[in-house]
């Protein structure tokens, strides 16, 4: 799995806990999944619409050929963390190699990738900090993990 996100982890503690969910995804045994973090930055200043269309090219550029996409946006799809896991196991089934995850920037992502996204999904209503999505999406993977593997964690 890739996690293509705008933006650099600078805080040490959101980066301890994305790296603790991470880990313990890789410790499911044959069935681990294996997150990869690929961050992009466009350090020059420019206009909001162009920035986003420029986020948008270099986050396509994370993105593996054939990957299923799912871009995070607060307009996206709300699904329960068992519907999530489902979603996963679906495209497991039927063969999907790769899933690519893309977390915008501080404008969200073009209308580019959200279009070609094969999911758009909500963390919630709520506005989360960047890094912080990041955080949460990790821990629902394992918690997705948990789930098809009937581990107790998500119970808990």
Known sequence: MI????GRARDRALSAMFGDYVARLAQGGRRGWRVELREIEERRKLPAAQLKAREAELLRAQIPKGARVVA???HGASLGSEAFAARLAAWRDNGVGEIAFVIGGADGLDAAILAKADLVLSLGAMTWPHM?????LVEQLYRAQSILAGHPYHRG
């Open 3 to 6: 996690l293509a996100a705008v």
């Open 72 to 74: 995070l946006d607060a």
């Open 132 to 136: 912080l999505a990041r955080v949460m």
